[in-house]
């Protein structure tokens, strides 16, 4: 096992996807989604939409690097010879072998085509196999039904629901769901199960 590093150049990728660390300028390679797909971060406590917006996301991910606490990826679709969308590690602890997995976007094109599992796959295979992780957790604005499913159908468990959990761009507070996987769901389903998915 090896320990994280928010130093380190973490890549993951397969036939299907590169996942490597985001940069300060990959905002020119995301600026599309930006200017003409703004409601891709319909359900996002932070927005992408508009240059300086997407500028601004990238500055604090990578900052939060920087603090140890979370680690981007951005999400190049091989098949489609493009840049998808992004990821993340976030919440990282590896005294308690946990993170969250999530801050997860993509484009509208990109959406529905097996390239998120293929995403979920490196990303779960990392965690619990390299960096030596018990748990993986996920949250989710409760009414972004499209996520919850997507989620459940890699394998995730629902936990429960955090009510009132954090403030909404557009005013008041939204719920969030809990899902996660475990290292021995890992190990026993969710690895053979995601990887059957895979096209």
């Not at 493009?82 to 590690?89: D, L, P």
């Amino acid at each position: 096992m090896m320990t994280f590093n928010p130093k380190s150049e973490y890549v993951l990728e397969d036939e299907r996807v590169l996942l490597r660390p985001l940069r300060l300028d990959d905002w020119k390679n995301l600026l599309p989604f930006s200017l003409n797909e703004p409601d891709t971060w319909t359900y996002s406590s932070v927005t992408g939409a508009g240059e300086e917006n997407m500028k601004a996301l990238i500055q604090q991910a990578l900052h939060w690097r920087e603090e140890g606490h979370h680690y981007p990826f951005i999400v190049f679709d091989k098949k489609a010879k493009a840049y998808a969308g992004i990821t993340r590690f976030y919440d990282i602890q590896p005294a308690n072998q946990m993170l969250q997995l999530g801050y997860t976007w993509y484009g509208k094109d990109f959406r529905g085509t097996g390239l998120n599992k293929h995403c979920k796959y490196l990303l779960l295979q990392f965690a619990f196999e390299q960096l030596g992780m018990e748990r993986v957790e996920f949250r989710a604005d409760a009414r972004n039904n499209r996520s919850i499913a997507a989620m459940k159908s890699i394998g995730c468990k629902p936990e429960g629901i955090i009510r009132s959990h954090a403030p909404l761009r557009e005013g008041g507070r939204r719920d969030s769901v809990i899902l996660s996987v475990l290292k021995p769901e890992w190990d026993a389903e969710v690895k053979a199960r995601l990887k059957s998915k895979l096209s």
